[in-house]
Every structure is written in C-alpha cells, then in structure tokens.
C-alpha cells in the first residue's frame, strides 16, 4: 500500500480578485494535493470562511477592508487554531513584516516576489518551518 500524504487545505484571502486568481494559479499547478478550499474578499470574511472550512493554510493579505490582515489572523486563531497563516503582501517596511509575524503567523511573502517564492514558501509552512522574503533575511529574525 502506497502512502499518500494528506490533501493540503488553502484558502486565499486578498480584496483583490484577479490576484486571488493568479495565486491560485500559482500555486495549484503540479500540486494535485493542494486545494483551495475558498477566497475572502475581507477580514470578516476571513475569519467566517476560515470557520466553516478549517483550512491548513490561510494566504493572507494585510490591508483588506472591515478588518486587516492582523485582526483576521488573530481572530481566526482563536477559532481554529491549527490554521497556518502566510501573509503575502505588498508592504516592505521591516515593521510591519515583524508585527505579521507577530501575529503568530508562519512567513511573509512580498507580493513582487510571489512567482518566484510563493510555493516554496507554501511548502515551508507546510513542513513546520517560517519563511520570510529572500530580501528581507538578515533583516528580519526567522
């Protein structure tokens, strides 16, 4: 009997739809265990999707609209636990990327480097381990 390894729950939150479509995109091709299990458009919508699904993995944005990325992780935290969070965005200041982090999450991607980085990125997460941005090692503890 050959093992398989578990299907991989995703779901993608950014306000921004032809981009939520591109990381799906991304991040499905040749990974046939991966699934996206939903998209948020907000953090409300975060939080009660992450609820209903339970996903391995939440891809989040940080500015979305009635709550940001932060206040979504936190409050999707104490409603399902074992969710991983890896924030893919746009900002670049070393602030904000160690007040993700903060949150508990488990890497941050800058959205400039997502083709380049997403996946292994997502595998990372998915092995136990943080990831951060290439261009933000050395600069931000991992």
Sequence with gaps: ?????????????????????FVAQLILFGRPRWRIV???S????????????RPDL???????PKLDGFEAARQTMKIAPK???????NFDS????????????????????AVREL?????SVFRGERFVSGRFKGRIAV
Excluded: N, Q
């Excluded at 009997?1 to 479509?21: G, Q, S, T, V, Y």
């Excluded at 907000?42 to 992450?50: I, N, Q, Y």
């Excluded at 939440?58 to 979305?64: F, G, K, N, P, S």
């Design 119 to 123: 996946v292994c990125a997502v595998e």
């Design 58 to 64: 939440i891809l989040l944005d940080i500015r979305m």
């Design 1 to 21: 009997m050959e093992f398989l390894p578990k299907e991989k729950h995703i779901l993608i939150a950014d306000d921004f739809e032809p981009w939520r479509r």
């Design 38 to 40: 939903g998209e948020a």
């Design 83 to 89: 969710t991983k969070f890896l924030f893919l965005s």
């Design 94 to 113: 070393l602030e904000v990327i160690e007040e993700a982090l903060g949150t508990g999450a488990h890497g941050y991607v800058y959205k400039l480097d």
């Design 42 to 53: 907000d953090g409300a919508e975060v939080v009660e999707k992450a609820e209903e699904s």
